[in-house]
């Protein structure tokens, strides 16, 4: 089945501990993404990545740091993690970067 | 900088009436332009595209949107409500012309379908 597989679900952590939420995609796709959804203002794109070693910053990457070592995997990495970094997490994927995305079912993060 | 308008929060339709949500869109150049739904405690779904051609897109669950470029309009239709369609809707838009990809969307309409 085709899936973009993210874990944790869900977290509960505390200011400054670092944590990594992993996102892996089993259809071979170039393109990678990283989005926080928060009420009322829909998705925000934290980083993306055309393809393995070429990642980008979205509207929001400040606070956040991303790799693409392998074509599958684009893991999430919060080095210092700040309340205000709360939020609901979604990782995507697509063959190209004009083709529909396929999302994950989100990590909802919180963060003391 | 490109930016995505859902001007309404709630839609709220009763079953078999049509339904219309809202977006509006600002990018430089020609869009490429999206919809998507979220039902509760999962990702977004792909429901349909806009990329080039004819303005009326065909989409996913009987879904249609119009693409009316004087008026920088992409509305979500479909002719007859199901509950079922009760979820959260989101528009997206990214320039054509714009390699990176940076997809905005907008804040997302929820609708509401009464039996």
């Known amino acids: 089945e085709a899936q973009v597989t993210q874990n944790p679900r869900y977290l509960i952590t505390v200011t400054g501990k670092k944590l990594t939420v992993t996102c892996s995609q089993n259809m071979n796709h170039e393109y990678m993404s990283w989005y926080r959804q928060d009420p009322g203002l829909g998705l925000r794109q934290i980083y993306y990545?055309?393809?393995?070693?070429?990642?980008d910053k979205g509207d929001v990457p400040e606070g956040y740091k991303v790799s693409r070592k392998e074509k599958r995997n684009f893991p999430l990495i919060l080095e210092s993690p700040s309340p205000n970094q709360t939020s609901l997490y979604f990782c995507?994927?697509?063959?190209?970067?004009?083709?529909?995305?396929?999302f994950g079912d989100g990590t909802r993060l919180s963060i003391l | 900088a490109q930016s995505v308008a859902q001007p309404e929060d709630q839609v709220n339709v009763a079953e078999g009436n049509p339904l219309t949500v809202k977006c509006t869109y600002s990018v430089s150049g020609n869009p490429y332009l999206f919809w998507y739904v979220q039902y509760p405690n999962r990702g977004l779904q792909f429901l349909l595209k806009y990329i080039t051609g004819d303005n009326l897109v065909k989409g996913s669950y009987g879904f249609e949107a119009e693409f009316n470029k004087s008026q920088t309009s992409f509305h979500l239709k479909k002719p007859s409500a199901l509950v079922s369609d009760s979820a959260l809707y989101f528009c997206?838009?990214?320039?054509?012309?714009?390699?990176?990809?940076?997809?905005?969307f907008g804040g997302g309409t929820r609708l509401m379908v009464k039996p």
């Open positions: 995507a994927s697509s063959l190209w970067s004009n083709q529909p995305q396929h």
């Open positions: 997206a838009v990214r320039p054509t012309n714009n390699a990176g990809n940076m997809l905005t």
């Open positions: 990545s055309m393809n393995v070693e070429v990642t």
